[in-house]
């Protein structure tokens, strides 16, 4: 369940500012903008939270001067979040608003020469110069069926890739009887029929066309994956993005992550591959890795070596994450010869590295790549030198060295932008503050703005401490420590355990609109944050022993965590919070914990293992997690029936199904936390969003209906339209108010 990637931003209109004066007119009273809420006794509140302005995907200008930015505010009473665009110079001055649409905008470039912005709208591309450093009037340049959810110019401006949808093989009613266009089902013969929120009705299909001269549409666009027939994805669902393709620097190919597969076979594996394609000829390259994810394809500046990520493990979304290198041999055009470059010199340059990589951003002379990893509990920006050869090479040319040092406790995002001093660009955030630009040189972070200044300086600080915790089993566990504002050791407070969702994760320096730390730290709560067992910045077995071991050591830890605080004088009650795994952590911990704690949250969290793995969606997950490693992946083609062990059925692998009888599968079955709800004592609170498929919302539903039957004190609160996050502003509200209302309730 871990790397999860954003949801993406809306999709919008924008407006000028020197322009469009009957539009500015009908959007006038619709515009949201910052927000000037007064703190009152420097206490942080939910709504403090909603109010902050939330900045994201910052591009800088081809001629290297200016950052476009934008920022979503929100507006409580009108349930929703609009984003504007903002253009500052790149030491942060100058900052200016470029447009006040009462409609979100997303996705705004820079033409390669600098002149004009594309942006989406409304699901469609416009168009708008800049003029200084204003935009002029927007002109619509697509009118693509199904709209547009992200898209990428070329490096010459010649072209735009942009995704859109073509229609899945679920069928609806009206694709047997178009007169049955008012009846709603879904029907289907295979896996794979709804992603985490929503009914595969659509899939993802990546289009190319060309961008001067005339409109954008599907009859003018090559579909890279040739046509609807084609059922795959592109980008990858539920959470892939434009950031799975890319640019070749001469614009003339395009390397993609794809996983060709469906229904089953799909469900099943995390299996995709990076392939170049050219859109001039059709011709696909695919560079063969076999095993797991292979993501994230960055071409070098000269195009001669491709980077990208890749996990070696088919089925196991936890593997650690390396950063491949690979050099791209071109050939002279002729007859008979192939126009895509052939793949030589795979290779690793982590290898040596301990960490997963992420982000991966070439630096300018291509002999270096930039790239963030969790280390030790922070997210980092980190160098790796590219060597020449193969996976022979020596070790020693296998160099990786950190940008951004342990001493700062911030999350980097990875650089947007490399300036002639060497300076990088990026965005960072930490426990204390949301994402704000920052500028490193030589190690060193300068905020480059302040979106939120004029509200976070208004509350009290606190102190966060790093701590290190003894293991049952002997080891050292980071565990974050926030202390509420006004801190005196000499009185007692509540406190609150989070445990983490995933269950392949990190509690690291990131700032969250859900579980804020320094919101709960504000509420008079100490919060304790234990990087268990399955937290993926402390190398691979860490990671990796939660897999077949729900029930164990990783439990073990929290209460080992919880323990340790306890002992502290200025600790009281306390409460178990969490969500997804987190939420399976709590059903279970609240069967075993005997007095521990006082009083559990779960949000969305597993409580029948043996449903879930019937209900989910994507079966890769509990397939490898239930069942223990290692498991090798593979499909046996003709088999019909239950192998003996139970791990093949139907041509599959179920080695972590409730009906195998590997030893892992049937240890986690019969620890289900369904199965211990005759210990349960200690009140708790279930909440789930309706539209959660991939723990769905029954769980939560079970977990409260077996409490009420053991004279549990117990609340179920499900927000019918939410998924596995709760998105809308009033019910953000609501949720904040119920999780602090019960742990005051029965902690303070």
């Known amino acids: 369940m871990n790397y999860l990637r954003s949801l993406g931003a809306a999709l919008a209109i924008t407006l000028c500012l020197a322009g469009c004066k009957s539009e500015m007119k009908k959007e006038a009273g619709k515009y949201i903008g910052p927000s000037d809420i007064k703190v009152e006794d420097g206490r942080m509140t939910p709504e403090v939270l909603l109010s902050l302005g939330r900045l994201s995907d910052p591009q800088l200008s081809p001629d290297g001067k200016t950052i476009l930015f934008g920022v979503s505010y929100t507006s409580i009473p009108d349930n929703r979040s609009v984003r504007n665009l903002f253009l500052c110079n790149v030491d942060g001055t100058g900052r200016l608003q470029l447009t006040r649409s009462g409609k979100s905008i997303s996705n705004a470039r820079f033409t390669p020469d600098g002149n004009h912005i594309f942006f989406l709208k409304g699901g469609q591309m416009y168009k708008a110069q800049m003029l200084g ?29 942009y995704v859109s949808t073509v229609h899945s093989a679920v069928e609806r009613p009206s694709d047997t009887d178009p007169a049955l266009d008012k009846a709603q089902a879904y029907a289907t013969e295979d896996l794979m029929y709804r992603h985490w929120d929503h009914w595969v009705e659509e899939i993802p299909h990546t289009y190319v066309a060309p961008v001067p001269g005339r409109v954008v549409t599907k009859d003018n666009s090559l579909d890279i994956l040739g046509g609807d027939d084609v059922k795959f994805e592109l980008p990858t669902e539920p959470f892939g993005g434009i950031e799975q393709l890319a640019w070749s620097p001469d614009s003339r190919y395009i390397a993609y992550s794809c996983r060709k597969l469906t229904g089953r076979e799909y469900a099943f594996s995390t299996d995709t591959e990076i392939y170049i394609y050219c859109p001039l000829t059709g011709e696909t390259t695919v560079i063969p890795m076999g095993g797991g994810y292979d993501t994230d394809p960055v071409f070098s500046p000269d195009g001669k070596k491709i980077a990208w990520l890749s996990m070696a493990r088919n089925g196991y979304e936890a593997d650690k994450v390396r950063l491949m290198v690979a050099d791209l041999e071109y050939q002279e055009e002729g007859e008979g010869q192939t126009a895509n470059p052939a793949v030589k010199n795979i290779r690793d340059i982590t290898a040596e590295f301990k960490y997963n990589a992420a982000g991966p951003v070439w630096a300018e002379d291509g002999e270096s790549i930039y790239f963030n990893a969790l280390a030790e509990g922070i997210q980092r920006i980190y160098k790796a030198r590219v060597p020449a050869g193969d996976l022979t090479c020596p070790v020693g040319e296998l160099s990786v060295e950190p940008v951004t040092g342990d001493d700062l406790w911030y999350d980097f995002g990875s650089p947007f932008g490399i300036l002639d001093d060497g300076t990088l660009l990026a965005t960072y955030c930490s426990m204390e503050f949301p994402t704000e630009l920052v500028a490193v040189k030589d190690g060193v972070p300068t905020r480059i703005g302040d979106e939120n200044g004029h509200i976070l300086s208004q509350l009290t600080p606190y102190k966060t401490e790093k701590r290190m915790v003894k293991t049952v089993d002997g080891q050292d566990m980071l565990t ?269």
Not at 133 to 159: T, W
Not at 572 to 579: D, I, T
Request: one cysteine or more.
């Open 480 to 748: 974050w420590v926030l202390f509420p504002p006004d801190f005196d050791p000499a009185k007692e407070y509540p406190a609150i355990e989070i445990c983490l969702g995933g269950p392949q994760g990190t509690l690291s320096q990131g700032w969250s609109y859900r579980w804020n730390y320094r919101l709960m730290a504000s509420q008079g709560y100490v919060v304790v944050l234990p990087n268990r067992r399955g937290t993926t910045a402390f190398g691979q077995p860490w990671c990796e022993q939660i897999s077949g071991d729900y029930i164990g050591l990783n439990m073990q830890d929290y209460l080992a965590a919880a323990k340790a605080l306890k002992a502290e004088p200025y600790v009281g009650k306390m409460a178990a919070c969490g969500a997804s795994y987190g939420g399976y952590s709590v059903y279970y911990l609240a069967g075993i914990h005997g007095d521990v704690y006082d009083c559990f949250i779960a949000h969305a969290g597993i409580f029948n293992e043996e449903h879930m793995y019937m209900t989910t969606e994507e079966m890769w997950f509990p397939n490898w997690d239930n069942g223990g490693i290692p498991v090798e992946y593979a499909f046996e083609k003709g088999k019909t029936g239950p192998a003996g062990d139970g791990i093949t059925f139907g041509g599959m692998q179920q080695a972590g199904s409730p009906w195998s009888t590997k030893p892992e599968a049937v240890r986690h079955y019969a620890n289900s936390p369904h199965k211990l709800v005759q210990n349960w004592h200690t009140p708790i609170l279930c909440i789930h969003g309706g539209t959660d498929f991939r723990v769905p919302y029954d769980e939560g539903m079970a977990a409260f209906n077996a409490a009420q039957l053991m004279g549990v004190p117990s609340k179920l609160i499900v927000f019918p339209e939410e998924n596995h996050w709760i998105l809308q502003p009033q019910n953000a509200l609501y949720w904040h108010r119920s999780y602090f209302g019960w742990l005051d309730r029965w902690c303070k």
């Open 133 to 161: 450093k204003k935009l002029g009037k927007p002109v619509k340049v697509s009118e693509v069926e199904g709209g547009i959810s992200e898209f990428a110019l070329s490096p010459d401006g010649s072209q735009v890739m």
